[in-house]
């Protein structure tokens, strides 16, 4: 029988960590599976994109441009950014796990909200540092709350906005505050992976905040909106001493090449952003609409996903109805490791996926 002394021993605190579990993918039934679990785009990745990744196939001998050059270009050009400023990555996961790496040793403390993305307790630990999870308010961030529990070791707080698997968001003025709260050596990261989908006048994903500051940084993604989730590719916007710090620690070769072409080209192929926030646009509505109508609570999301709540007295269950779905090739994302068991995660997919979703739904309502 093993023991711990007959094999190599992890860091401390390795062993603690809640490895992530990604949404599930395939159905129990036969025919079309609707996958609703990842908040994937159902419009696919521009046309200009792909030619673009297609491309790159005469040439994959060749080591990709390390410093993501092309890419850093194109969202310089689209944003009004200083591209040295931007960071590129292997999604937004691999920034957040540079920042925490290159700003979190033992001893240190890092803040997230209750129901904040499962990553940031995963790479706050990965390097030895002690997650401060603060209660959220009515399902979002708590600016007082965080503020609160900001001590002499916070080196680094994560604001999800909008939230993941909520919906919610904070406004610029509440990110500011929260910002003007924060000492001078505590980094402020801002994930802004849904920004792209967001249609209300008071939010800002965080240029401008990262443009006067050097303690704030905004992380974005491919993987929703532009529909790139397959290349894992992400960008990091940062204050010149924060990109310093990244490109010191970040993999020579980190974002590959087919990944720079298909990111450049989507970056400025902003007619198909359009088209899939436009989708978005009307279906969220729909959805909500459609869910509420059935009697159960939808939590207002500026994503690209709702988050609906079950019954708490046990007679229709999130469980239930996740299992129902899965029965009918409908795929949704459990909420039991955000700690919301009662509530459901559910993508807004196309037209068929979403009148699927809502089908199958009534009819486990109605039974």
Avoid at 131 to 142: F, S
Avoid at 338 to 350: E, H, K, N
Wanted: proline residues 6%; aromatic residues 6%; contains cysteine.
């Amino acid at each position: 029988m093993s023991n711990a002394a007959d094999m190599p021993r992890p860091r401390d605190g390795i062993l603690e960590i809640a490895a992530y579990v990604p949404g599930k993918s395939g159905g129990s039934g036969k025919g079309k599976v609707h996958k609703l679990s990842s908040n994937e785009s159902p419009l696919g990745p521009s046309p200009e994109a792909m030619q673009a990744y297609a491309e790159c196939t005469q040439n994959l001998a060749l080591y990709p441009d390390g410093g993501s050059g092309a890419l850093r270009e194109a969202l310089a050009e689209t944003h009004g950014i200083n591209p040295a400023n931007i960071v590129c990555g292997a999604g937004s996961d691999e920034l957040l796990q540079l920042l925490a790496s290159g700003y979190l040793q033992p001893g240190d403390e890092a803040i997230h909200t209750e129901h904040g993305f499962l990553v940031y307790p995963i790479v706050i630990r990965a390097n030895g540092a002690t997650p401060v999870v603060v209660a959220e308010r009515n399902l979002t961030a708590d600016i007082d709350a965080i503020l609160g529990a900001v001590t002499p070791r916070t080196r680094m707080v994560f604001l999800a906005n909008p939230n993941n698997p909520t919906g919610t968001y904070v406004s610029f003025d509440e990110v500011k505050r929260l910002h003007v709260g924060l000492p001078a050596d505590c980094l402020l990261v801002l994930d802004a992976a849904y920004a792209e989908y967001v249609r209300r006048n008071d939010y800002e994903a965080g240029l401008e905040l990262v443009s006067t500051s050097k303690n704030v940084v905004m992380t974005r993604t491919f993987s929703k909106a532009y529909g790139l989730a397959g290349l894992r590719l992400g960008w990091a916007y940062c204050p010149a001493n924060v990109a310093d710090v990244l490109n010191r620690i970040r993999g020579p070769f980190n974002v590959a090449m087919p990944a720079i072409a298909a990111g450049a080209a989507a970056i400025r192929d902003a007619g198909h952003l359009a088209k899939a926030v436009e989708h978005n646009d009307i279906w969220l509505p729909k959805v909500t609409a459609a869910v509420e109508a059935m009697g159960l609570n939808v939590i207002p999301s500026v994503g690209n996903f709702v988050l609906v709540q079950f019954p708490q007295d046990g007679t229709k269950t999130a469980a239930e109805a996740d299992a129902f779905l899965a029965a009918n090739n409908v795929i949704v994302r459990r909420m039991d490791a955000y700690g919301l068991p009662g509530a459901l995660r559910v993508s807004i997919g196309d037209e068929a996926g979403c009148g699927a979703f809502i089908d199958a739904l009534q009819s486990f309502v109605a039974d």
